[in-house]
């Protein structure tokens, strides 16, 4: 069994995969909506993950009528939002270690909102 972002599949493979014409794989990479990866021959080789995006783009495109400027956008649109969402998992497990913890470490400051005008500060002593 191969990684997920292991290239391995030649252009014709995907193709016939995917029942696309190898043209079709060629401009998207023009377009650059996707990058396979090449052999020392220089030849391409696709991953399941580029096979995965490339089925997104092809749903884009037939299903919902996107042209490739439109997918184009909505991919890096896509990458922002699944980066935010793994920065905001990290700080909701960071937050959550530090609930957890019984003292606060000696180089942080614990601030918490009262209210509107009160605060209770923790300094280093």
């Known amino acids: 069994m191969h990684h997920y972002d292991e290239p391995v599949y030649l252009i014709s493979i995907v193709a016939k995969i995917l029942d696309i014409h190898p043209q079709t794989l060629r401009q998207y990479e023009r377009e650059n909506l996707i990058c396979p990866s090449r052999s020392d021959g220089r030849i391409r080789l696709y991953s399941q993950r580029d096979i995965d995006k490339i089925k997104l783009?092809?749903?884009l495109t037939r299903e919902l009528?996107?042209?490739?400027?439109?997918?184009?956008i909505?991919?890096?649109m896509k990458e922002s939002?699944?980066?935010m969402e793994k920065e905001i998992a990290e700080l909701r497990h960071q937050l959550q270690v530090a609930k957890e913890s019984p003292t606060v470490s000696p180089d942080k400051a614990l601030v918490t909102k009262k209210s509107i005008y009160e605060m209770i500060i923790f300094e280093q002593k």
């Not at 009528?65 to 184009?72: K, T």
């Open 57 to 59: 783009i092809l749903r």
């Open 65 to 72: 009528g996107v042209n490739l400027a439109g997918v184009d």
């Open 74 to 76: 909505i991919l890096r």
């Open 81 to 83: 939002v699944d980066l």
